[in-house]
């Protein structure tokens, strides 16, 4: 099964600051990396899709790069309701599997 | 707009049955274009994936789970179903359903999950 690692764990940023969350995959998966956003008892929110495509009334602020093994994801300018734990998953083999998540706080 | 809803019991005793039911609405199952699935989240933690049916009832389960698993359709109710043998608490998560393109690689709808606790 392929293995997906997300850094940093955890992370505490400002209103307006650039972050950037990376995912590691354990083998190449091409660009069949997506990104959700999680908030506190809600479900996962589809954001990114194949690596970099923005879903559908996604903010453009939100945006992903990378092929390969090496993803990031990138919040250009964070914002209050950003407050959320971010997920990076893989489908280029089965099963699909999710990254262990990243927690974002506003410092 | 699609929707999914799970339902089931939120309390199973260990060693006994999970079941677990999503409705689909807003599209029909029988049309084909998408895997439906179950995904889980522990407590706490992060997401895993259990596995998908399509409509004609083929399915493919994570081989973590696989043993215990079954994963069913009844198209005329536009429902999908998951059933988890042996639970131990270990088994106490959200459980989620979700779609996928047959065409794509990313989860695009969800239901809002349901909690599933194993305690005598």
């Known amino acids: 099964d392929i293995q997906m690692t997300q850094s940093p764990s955890s992370l505490s940023a400002s209103v307006g600051d650039r972050v950037t969350i990376t995912c590691q995959a354990s083998?190449?998966?091409?660009?069949?990396l997506n990104w959700y956003q999680q908030k506190p008892g809600k479900a996962p929110k589809l954001l990114i899709y194949?690596?970099?495509n923005l879903e559908t009334g996604v903010p453009s602020r939100f945006s992903g790069s990378g092929s390969g093994t090496d993803f990031t994801f990138t919040i250009s300018s964070l914002q209050p309701e950003d407050i959320a734990t971010y997920y990076c998953?893989?489908?280029?083999?089965?099963?699909?599997?999710f990254g262990q998540g990243t927690r974002l706080e506003i410092k | 707009q699609v929707q999914l809803q799970e339902s089931g019991p939120g309390l199973v005793k260990p060693s006994q049955t999970l079941s677990l039911t999503c409705t689909v609405s807003?599209?029909?199952?029988?049309?084909?274009?998408?895997?439906w699935s179950w995904i889980r989240q522990h407590p706490g933690k992060g997401l895993e994936w259990i596995g998908y049916?399509?409509?004609?009832?083929?399915?493919y389960y994570n081989p973590s789970l696989k043993s215990r698993v079954t994963i069913s359709v009844d198209t005329s109710k536009n429902q999908f179903s998951l059933k988890l043998s042996s639970v131990t608490a270990a088994d106490t998560a959200v459980y989620y359903c979700?779609?996928?393109?047959?065409?794509?690689?990313?989860?695009?709808?969800w239901g809002q999950g349901t909690l599933v606790t194993v305690s005598s």
């Open positions: 979700a779609r996928v393109g047959t065409k794509r690689t990313d989860f695009d709808y």
């Open positions: 807003g599209g029909s199952i029988s049309s084909g274009g998408y895997y």
């Open positions: 049916i399509y409509y004609s009832g083929s399915t």
């Open positions: 083998q190449d998966i091409s660009n069949y």
């Open positions: 194949d690596a970099s």
């Open positions: 998953q893989q489908y280029d083999n089965l099963p699909p599997a």
